[in-house]
């Protein structure tokens, strides 16, 4: 039996609405990895500037395509950091919508919000991280930044909630699908 890579795991955790997330990147880290399936490695792909730090765990949905051509990504809150390597079952909350712009060219870049999950019990690690307006602010603040930084423009669309993310979850796994056949 063929082995799986981390991203080929499958993006639900069997039929339930939690998400596999395999994070990149430790909330409080200024280095950016990158998972390079075709070498199952992690790649140490940019830095930020001295003073800035990931405010959050990052990484992505694996099994699915989202609108750069990249798995999807998605941006996990909690207290703590997770290690980046770590695959991690999330309870999705929300998904911000990015237009992102690089050189003229414009693409969907959108992040699915979730908040860590015990494997055991289902429940989200404590303390819990609450989505209000305040977080939902440092949130687009943050990724606008982190792109100005790397000569990209961020435009936030907006945020959605839980079914509309797991919706666009859906539609990443369909079009990793389309990709793959293709």
């Known amino acids: 039996m063929a082995r799986k890579t981390l991203a080929q ?4 955790d069997g039929h339930s609405k ?17 998972y390079d ?10 830095a930020l500037p001295v003073g800035l730090a990931f405010p959050f765990d990052f990484g992505f949905i ?17 207290e703590g950091g997770l290690p980046w390597g770590t695959v991690v079952l999330g ?12 050189r003229g060219r414009k693409e969907r ?11 055991k019990s289902s429940e989200p690690f404590l303390p819990a991280v609450e989505l209000d307006a305040s977080l939902k602010s440092a949130i687009a603040e ?3 930044k ?8 961020l435009r936030v669309i907006g945020f959605e909630g839980a079914r509309r993310a797991l919706a666009a979850i859906r539609q990443a796994m369909a079009a990793a699908t389309r990709k793959k056949s293709g």
């Open 146 to 153: 982190y792109n100005e930084l790397q000569g990209k423009k």
């Open 18 to 34: 939690t998400v596999n997330i395999v994070i990149e990147v430790s909330k409080g880290a200024r280095i950016k990895l990158k």
């Open 9 to 12: 795991l499958p993006a639900f």
């Open 91 to 102: 309870k999705v909350l929300g998904i911000i919508k990015c237009e992102q712009t690089e």
């Open 62 to 78: 694996p099994s699915t395509v989202g609108g750069d051509g990249d798995p999807l990504d998605a941006l996990v809150l909690s």
């Open 109 to 119: 870049n959108d992040r699915v919000i979730a908040v860590p999950l015990d494997a």
């Open 142 to 144: 943050f990724f606008t």
């Open 37 to 46: 399936e075709s070498n199952e490695i992690f790649r140490a792909e940019k």
